[in-house]
C-alpha cells in the first residue's frame, strides 16, 4: 500500500503525534452527538478511561460531530455533563471533529492527488439492493473505479469519494480477541470518505484523528469491529503507526436487544429518578463485565484503583 506525501504541516503533526504514541498511551473516548448516551455508551466511556488510565495515559474526549444531519440539540452538553457526573475526566479541551475539517480536507486532497481516490456518482437507491452478508454494510462493486477525475465538475455536481483500496487481507490487532483480518476486494470494499453531500465520512476522520492525534488505544463497542479495516489501511497509507483496538461488548436490554441512543435508550435520568447516585452506576457498569461484585458502590477513581490492567482484559475477553 503506497503512503501520502501530506504537506509539512501535516507532516510534521504525524511525526509528533508518532513520538506521543511511543511515549504515552493516549486512549480517546468519541461519541457522536446524536443523542444522550445509554448505559452501553456509559460502559464503553468507563472501559476506554479505564484502560487508558491503567496505564497512566492521557483520554482525550473526542466529539464526532461531522454528520450534521444526525446530531441533536443539546447531546453534545448532555454527553459532557454525564461523564462529568460519573466521574470520568478528559485531559485537555473536547475536541470536535467540525474543529478540524481542515486537516480532513487537506488528508483529502493528498490522497486525491496520489491517485487514491475516485469519484463516484451510485445512487444509496442503486446500492441498497446489494446485499450485505452477516448484516454488515454492504461491500462497494467498484461501478465507478474507472470513473474519470474530472467527472464531479464534467456533470457539475458533487459524487462521493472513494478510497481506491489495494486487493489483499488487512490485518490488525485486537486486545480482546483473535486478530482482525478482513480482505480489502471482497470483505471491505472501497469505502467513502467524502459524501455526495460534501460531509467528511466518519473512516476518513477517525483514520485521520488516530494518526494525528497519536492515539494508542482504541476502545469502542463491537458493532465498530468491522470499520477496523478500512480505518487501518487509511491509518497505514497516512504513514502512522496502528493503535491497538479493543472491541468491548455491547449492552443488550432484557429483550435481547442492543440499546440505541437515537431511541433513546436507558441512560443516566432515568437511573437517577430511580434513585441511583454515581457510585451505585459506575458499580452497575462495571458489575455488568464481572470487574465487581453485583450492588457494589464505588467511584470511578475507587474503580481505577482496584483494576488491574491484565485482570480487565481478561474479564472483558471473556465477555466478547
Ligand atoms: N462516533 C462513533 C459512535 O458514537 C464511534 C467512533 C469510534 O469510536 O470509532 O458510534
Redesign the pocket.
Known amino acids: 500500500m503506497s503512503t501520502v506525501v501530506l504537506p509539512e504541516h501535516l507532516q510534521e503533526l504525524l511525526a509528533q503525534a508518532e513520538q506521543q504514541r511511543g511515549r504515552a498511551k493516549r486512549g480517546?473516548?468519541?461519541?457522536?452527538p446524536?443523542g444522550r448516551l445509554h448505559l452501553g455508551?456509559l460502559r464503553t466511556a468507563l472501559l476506554s478511561w479505564l484502560i487508558t488510565r491503567l496505564q497512566g495515559g492521557e483520554w482525550l474526549l473526542r466529539v464526532?460531530d461531522l454528520d450534521t444531519p444526525r446530531n441533536r440539540p443539546g447531546a453534545e452538553e448532555a454527553i459532557v455533563a454525564d461523564l462529568e457526573w460519573l466521574g470520568l475526566r478528559w485531559d485537555g479541551p473536547v475536541l470536535r471533529q467540525s474543529q478540524r475539517r481542515g486537516i480532513y480536507a487537506t488528508v483529502l486532497s493528498s490522497l486525491r492527488r496520489r491517485g487514491l481516490l475516485y469519484p463516484c456518482r451510485c445512487s444509496r437507491r442503486l446500492l441498497a439492493d446489494i446485499s450485505a452478508p452477516h448484516g454488515r454494510s454492504p461491500v462497494y462493486p467498484g461501478y465507478c473505479l474507472s470513473q474519470p477525475v474530472q467527472w464531479g465538475v464534467q456533470q457539475g455536481r458533487l459524487p462521493s469519494w472513494r478510497l481506491r483500496l489495494q486487493p489483499g487481507e488487512l490485518h490488525w490487532s485486537e486486545a480482546l480477541g483473535s486478530p482482525g483480518c478482513l480482505e480489502a476486494s471482497t470483505q471491505v470494499g472501497d469505502v467513502v470518505l467524502r459524501r455526495s453531500d460534501g460531509l467528511f465520512a466518519?473512516h476518513l476522520a477517525?483514520a485521520v484523528d488516530e494518526a494525528l492525534l497519536g492515539i494508542r488505544d482504541?476502545v469502542?463497542?463491537l458493532d465498530?469491529w468491522h470499520?477496523t479495516a478500512p480505518?487501518i489501511a487509511l491509518i497505514q497509507i497516512l504513514g502512522a503507526g496502528l493503535p491497538d483496538y479493543w472491541h468491548v461488548p455491547l449492552w443488550i436490554d432484557g429483550a435481547g436487544e442492543r440499546l440505541s441512543?437515537r431511541d433513546g435508550g436507558l441512560g443516566l435520568p432515568l437511573l437517577r429518578e430511580q434513585g441511583h447516585d454515581a457510585a451505585s452506576v459506575v458499580g452497575l457498569l462495571a458489575a455488568s463485565v464481572g470487574l465487581v461484585e453485583p450492588g457494589a458502590r464505588l467511584s470511578a477513581e475507587e474503580l481505577l484503583r482496584a483494576s488491574e490492567l491484565e485482570a480487565l482484559r481478561g474479564q472483558l475477553a471473556s465477555k466478547a
Request: no cysteine; glycine share 6%; aromatic share 12%.
Open positions: 480517546r473516548y468519541a461519541p457522536s446524536t455508551n464526532d466518519y477517525t482504541v469502542r463497542g465498530l470499520t480505518q441512543k
